[in-house]
């Protein structure tokens, strides 16, 4: 673990304060088998699922924490809110039939609920992280704050990998192009 997309706090070291409470949060389950094996698992582009992961699960953290939310079971639901091991581009080991922003978060509670105890707040979040995609709408704060961003960090790791691809091809048009759909969202 080193540091989410965009932050400038290096979480493996917990060299502030910050870092040691979101650390203290998912101790128990960053270093599992199941998590770990996150980062074999493509989520946007080259982004692993893992630091996706770790990027939601942070900045729910920061955002529940300042609202004086549960940001406890932010972390947890962040970390675990994509917890699944296929191959979502592709059909191939799909546990259940269906469209994948359907089936995926309750998979992913499944998988959750069979590394550790949950809570309603970590269930929501988990089960309702795709609203508005083939998903109800959250019930609670902590998993309207999930579902954002999640939205945020996908744009963000597939942004950052288009305008550095951009930068290295000196294409013009691929920053055009994400510039243009970042201001429609």
Known sequence: MEKAIL?????????????????ETIE??????????LKKCSQHLATSRFQHSLNVSYYSFLICRKLGLDAYSAARAGLLHDLY????KTDDKRPIEGNHAKIHPIIALENAKMLTQTNSTIDDAILHHMWPLKTTRPNTSVGWIIQAIDKFCAITEMGFQSLFRASRSNNLLSYCVLFSFVLTF
């Open 85 to 88: 091991y296929y191959d979502w």
């Open 7 to 23: 932050s400038r706090i290096n979480l493996k070291t917990q060299d502030c304060d910050i870092s040691k409470e979101y650390f």
């Open 28 to 37: 128990d389950l960053i270093n599992t088998k199941e998590v770990q094996d």
